[in-house]
């Protein structure tokens, strides 16, 4: 099993958080005819696009790739946080499954539920920062919007 570091966190982070801004791009032009649902997932976006700056900075911040071995809980905790489906590329590739805006807000709702879980996770194994705590409580705000 591979090693986490911060670096390889914060790697992650930003890749969700891009792939996250795309997918919530098309599900707007996907609703296009529904203007209060795509302005949500516009929104979203926005927020993404933010995210994916901040963890970027915090990545350029990075010095050292201190790891996690999997003798420790805390790499128990990211890779099973890591490894929800919506982590994996293909998820935010295939929107056919999406028929209805409930059924697309649903999906959003449990891609925030993931990535709000994986940045705990984060921050519970790689130690607490202003920018994560606040990173955090963004992603706080969209599951409880």
Known sequence: MQNISLHKVLELAVTTEELGGQYYRDLAKKFAGEPAVAEIFEKLALDEDGHETQFQALLDGV??????????????MLRAASTTVFFDKATFQDLSTLKTPADALRNALDFEKSTLFYYQQARDAIGASDELDKLIAAEKGHVTA
């Open 63 to 76: 010095d050292g790739d201190e790891e996690l071995t999997d003798a420790d809980d805390a790499y128990h």
